[in-house]
């Protein structure tokens, strides 16, 4: 795994990069390790992970590992779940997410600066 990307198996786990949110926006990424496109879209995010920003927060979900984890990001930020699926969340609220084949290092990276830009 890349140095840049906290895992989130726990529940305090992702209480504690959402109250990271109230300081700097943070990616969540939920990855299906069984599915191809998660796959797919997990190089596209290891390909931005190169070149981060590093006043953002960077975290996976495996959602076979982690599935509570999985279902209280669905509840808490009310959004429907996908895999793969990238949420950034800014003031613990989602402020963009994508899914599937829409999961590239360049849509990462415009989402990202465009809320550091603010």
Not at 10 to 21: F, K, Q, V, Y
Not at 24 to 48: G, M, Q
Not at 74 to 82: F, K, Q, Y
Request: aromatic share 4%; glycine share 2%; net charge negative.
């Amino acid at each position: 795994m890349t140095d840049n990307l906290n895992e989130l198996k726990t529940i305090a786990d992702l209480d504690r990069a959402l109250a990271e949110s109230h300081q700097r926006p943070v990616l969540v990424f939920k990855h299906s390790n069984t599915c191809p496109i998660s796959s797919r879209a997990f190089s596209e995010l290891e390909s931005y992970l190169t070149r981060a920003d590093s006043r953002a927060g960077y975290n996976l979900v495996v959602v076979q590992t982690s599935r509570p984890v999985s279902d209280e990001i669905v509840a808490r930020l009310g959004i429907d779940h996908e895999s793969p699926q990238a949420i950034l969340v800014n003031d613990g609220r989602e402020v963009w997410s994508a899914s599937h084949m829409s999961i590239t290092a360049d849509a990462l990276a415009r989402a990202i600066d465009a809320v550091l830009s603010r």
